[in-house]
């Protein structure tokens, strides 16, 4: 492919964990943080990287970025090794932690912009060009000349975003960029990501436990369980790969024995109301037919699935079937 | 780039006012308390370790004023390093196409640039007001001569201190608490560093190790400079040595971190 900007070929990684067993003793276990992992990243694609905790999502990113390097497997971005050409890959790509920062704690925002147009050597138009943007996207205008220890949380990963973004990566990497933020905070945080997406063609991989962001942002997402990944594709057919259901939530006009219905599994039953899940991909037009045969309906509406029972019915599975 | 960064490592410093103020008042009261001390031991033993009364009181001084600046009691700004390695902040640092090394030293440089304006000036001021101190003596050229000398061993010792102190901070990636090698190297500094007592007053042998290991280059031997012990071959001689230590020290400190970066994982998943 031509216009692959990440590659990842059957690429693993062990560590080797020493723990404690009897007063002097150490037993040595290989883990595997990451398992076989395959997958490609096209030039300006915004992908959903999700899984659990430990899944292996940090060392997926910091193969990609060249400071760990895998122990077997291939793995390119833009062409290059990461671990190899780690500076020169450094300039071209971002990274944002949203529990780390790279801004200068006491010391006024303007001051680890003024930094990162050094380190990365931005001329001085596209630096200015590109702060001023940030600047107005970001709305950080009155916070340029704060120390970076008096910023809110929101206010501060606003700052790293765009700290991340002045010397014009293709690619950025995000992980968990909106943990701890307010709705709002996390709103502006998502719609500059998509201008920078849209606008640059900046290539985008994500990590996150907020769906939403997922929902919002990206158009594929991958799902890494236990250093393997389980799922590669659109949100919709997640809901496929998790076998997920939809409710139909029936209101009846008196109180009844709980509902026997083919095709339907009864969820809960409160007086005249009850709650029958039946697999996403069937239609639910035959349902409320037989239904309203049956029975005397005040009121009938279908839910459908939320993205969060989903994937948590997959990270489930995953961990059976390990 | 690294010159953007010394700026502002010495600005950031500069935030902390009343850190300074409570270090100036602390070093120029230990140098009251020291300077006591030495007065009553040359007393009774004048010319002790071949320092004169006055030559003892300056060594004092330089030592209360060098304290902050070459950073013998704590880990300067690598005390930044220490805690982001700790936490785990590393990683995000080691994404940036910079040389740590470099980076973390035009970081300490402005640190102790900012200190030797806040803290070393008054402390010396101070004591040169109380005692009578020593100032380079001799021709014009050779007081110019002792003063330039002077400057060029401060900045190396400067440079070995922070390639020491760069080691100790790297420990935290096998150690992640890493006070105990920094008491160690507290202890190691003040005492075979000659920060206590000059190392010529030590019993031959451990005058013999003292020389032998890095610490003097970081205070003993430029305060001599200064005090002009060497004559123009010895501080050439000097001057040598506390290179060789920054550029072995140094290396040391490159192959450990290649070694370290890759224990970068472990902190923070």
């Known amino acids: ?322 | 780039m690294y010159t953007a960064v010394c700026v502002r490592s010495f600005r950031r410093y500069a935030t902390y006012r009343a850190a300074t103020g409570a270090r100036v008042i602390t070093n120029t009261v230990f140098g009251f308390i020291i300077s006591y001390t030495y007065l009553a031991l040359w007393q009774v033993r004048p010319h002790l370790g071949g320092y004169d009364l006055s030559s003892a009181l300056t060594y004092v001084w330089i030592g209360q004023g060098l304290l902050s600046v070459a950073a013998l009691n704590d880990l300067g700004a690598l005390t930044d390093l220490q805690t982001r390695i700790s936490n785990g902040d590393v990683a995000v640092d080691l994404y940036r196409p910079v040389d740590q090394q470099a980076w973390w030293l035009a970081c300490d440089l402005g640190r102790a640039g900012y200190q030797l304006v806040a803290n070393a000036a008054i402390p010396m001021l101070v004591g040169a007001l109380a005692f009578h101190l020593r100032v380079p003596q001799g021709s014009g050229w050779a007081v110019a001569a002792c003063w330039s000398a002077s400057a060029l061993a401060l900045v190396l010792a400067l440079v070995v201190g922070y390639a020491i102190r760069y080691l100790v901070a790297l420990t935290a990636f096998w150690l992640l608490d890493v006070r105990g090698v920094q008491l160690v190297y507290f202890l190691a500094c003040s005492f075979f560093g000659g920060f206590f007592l000059p190392v010529t007053l030590f019993p031959p042998v451990l005058e013999a190790i003292a020389r032998a290991l890095p610490f003097v280059a970081v205070f003993q031997v430029p305060a001599d400079v200064f005090l002009q012990r060497y004559d123009a071959a010895g501080t050439l001689a000097a001057l040598g040595l506390q290179l060789v230590w920054a550029v072995v020290l140094l290396g040391i400190g490159r192959l450990v971190q290649g070694r370290a970066v890759l224990k970068v994982v472990v902190q923070g998943g």
């Open chain 1, 1 to 322: 492919m031509d216009d692959a900007l990440i590659e990842v070929e059957g690429v693993t990684k062990s560590f080797v964990v020493r723990r404690r067993a009897g007063r002097f003793r150490r037993t040595r276990t290989v883990v595997d943080a990451v398992a076989g992992l395959d997958f490609t990243v096209r030039r300006g694609e915004m992908v959903g990287y999700i899984g659990p905790n430990g899944a292996g999502k940090s060392t997926t990113i910091k193969m990609l970025t060249g400071i760990l390097l895998p122990s077997s497997g291939r793995l390119r971005v833009a062409g290059a090794d990461p671990v190899r050409d780690r500076v020169r890959l450094a300039q071209r790509m971002g990274v944002v932690f949203g529990q780390r920062t790279t801004l200068w704690w006491d010391l006024p925002l303007r001051d680890s912009y003024e930094l990162a147009r050094r380190i990365y050597r931005i001329p001085d138009a596209t630096y200015t060009r590109n702060l001023a943007r940030c600047v107005e996207l970001l709305e950080l205008e009155d916070l340029l000349d704060v120390p970076v220890r008096q910023l809110s949380l929101g206010q501060r990963m606003r700052g790293d975003i765009a700290a991340a973004l002045l010397h014009e990566p293709e690619v950025l990497y995000l992980d968990e960029p909106t943990i701890g933020l307010d709705v709002v905070s996390k709103r502006r945080v998502r719609e500059f990501l998509a201008r920078v997406n849209a606008e640059r063609g900046t290539t985008v991989l994500l990590t996150t436990h907020d769906l939403t962001d997922i929902e919002q942002l990206c158009s594929r997402v991958m799902v890494i369980d236990h250093g393997r990944v389980v799922y590669d594709g659109g949100l919709d057919g997640l809901h496929e790969q998790g076998r997920s259901e939809r409710t139909l939530v029936v209101d009846l006009e008196r109180e009844q024995p709980p509902i026997e219905l083919p095709g339907t599994r009864l969820v809960r039953c409160e007086g005249t109301r009850q709650w029958l899940a039946f697999p996403a991909s069937a239609s639910a037009a035959p349902l409320v037919a037989a239904l309203a045969g049956r029975y005397a309906l005040r009121d009938l509406s279908v839910r459908e699935p939320e993205i969060e029972d989903v994937i948590a019915r997959m990270y489930g599975e995953a961990v059976v079937a390990v």
